[in-house]
């Protein structure tokens, strides 16, 4: 007899809330758990015949991973008079809430707008709150409404930026307009924008030249 339990694949990106799952990823041989566990699903007893260990030893990991998050129940099956929990990661990557170990700094409190300080608490507070509202979305087997646009420009001097940056603000700030409404049960959204250098993938050298 075989009852599975997970149906779905798992998700592209799994969002951890505490700090115990991204110290467990840590880990390396619990990432390699993970590792051997998204290549193929089995249970405690089956991953320990398949890499020389015990059951015992890798019961206590697979717990834990478990217990984060990190790890689901993906089938249950009956082997001989054993009920075997047969587990999967929750996810292909993993992604920690930037405020696990102080919390995320408001934006504000950041310093000057156009700081690249200013701009990472800016994404910290938005994965932080995106996270959590997805994964309470989840919970709750809701859609979460969100909108994501991503671009790319060649700017030909550093001098051309500030001008870049005037006409996109102005760009936003009339679509906020035209669709902002202030009449009661109207649902409030966070809106971003933001611009850095592109990171030279082949030859991070090159990232040098594309500072101001």
Same mark, same amino acid.
């Given at each position: 007899?075989?009852?599975?339990?997970?149906?779905?694949?798992?998700?592209?990106?799994?969002?951890?809330?505490?700090?115990?799952?991204?110290?467990?990823?840590?880990? @390396?041989?619990?990432?390699? #758990?993970?590792?051997?566990?998204?290549?193929?699903?089995?249970?405690?007893?089956?991953? &320990?015949?398949?890499?020389?260990?015990?059951?015992?030893?890798?019961?206590?990991?697979?717990?834990?991973?478990?217990?984060? =998050?990190?790890?689901? #129940?993906?089938?249950?099956?009956?082997?001989?008079?054993?009920?075997?929990?047969?587990?999967?990661?929750?996810?292909?990557?993993?992604?920690?809430?930037?405020?696990?170990?102080?919390?995320? @700094?408001?934006?504000?409190?950041?310093?000057?707008?156009?700081?690249?300080?200013?701009?990472?608490?800016?994404?910290?507070?938005?994965?932080?709150? #995106?996270?959590?509202?997805?994964?309470?979305?989840?919970?709750?087997?809701?859609?979460?409404?969100?909108?994501?646009?991503?671009?790319?420009?060649?700017?030909?001097?550093?001098?051309?930026?500030?001008?870049?940056?005037?006409? #996109?603000?102005?760009?936003? &700030?009339?679509?906020?307009?035209?669709?902002?409404?202030?009449?009661?049960?109207?649902?409030?959204?966070?809106?971003?924008?933001?611009?850095? @250098?592109?990171? &030279?993938?082949?030859? @991070?050298?090159?990232?040098? =030249?594309?500072?101001?």
């Amino acid at each position: 007899m075989t009852t599975t339990s997970a149906t779905t694949e798992p998700t592209p990106i799994a969002f951890l809330e505490g700090l115990e799952g991204a110290v467990l990823l840590r880990d @390396p041989e619990r990432r390699r #758990l993970v590792d051997e566990l998204r290549e193929l699903p089995d249970s405690a007893a089956g991953l &320990a015949q398949r890499l020389g260990q015990t059951r015992q030893r890798l019961n206590y990991h697979l717990r834990a991973l478990e217990e984060a =998050g990190v790890l689901e #129940l993906h089938q249950e099956r009956l082997k001989g008079n054993c009920l075997e929990r047969i587990l999967r990661p929750t996810a292909t990557s993993y992604l920690v809430d930037p405020g696990v170990v102080d919390g995320v @700094p408001a934006p504000d409190s950041a310093g000057d707008r156009a700081s690249a300080a200013f701009l990472l608490a800016l994404a910290a507070r938005a994965v932080a709150e #995106l996270g959590r509202l997805w994964r309470r979305a989840g919970r709750e087997r809701k859609r979460l409404a969100t909108a994501g646009i991503e671009s790319r420009v060649l700017l030909a001097r550093p001098a051309d930026m500030e001008a870049f940056v005037a006409d #996109l603000t102005d760009a936003v &700030a009339d679509v906020v307009r035209r669709h902002h409404d202030d009449r009661a049960g109207a649902r409030p959204f966070r809106v971003l924008a933001a611009a850095y @250098p592109e990171p &030279a993938v082949d030859n @991070p050298a090159q990232d040098e =030249g594309r500072m101001q």
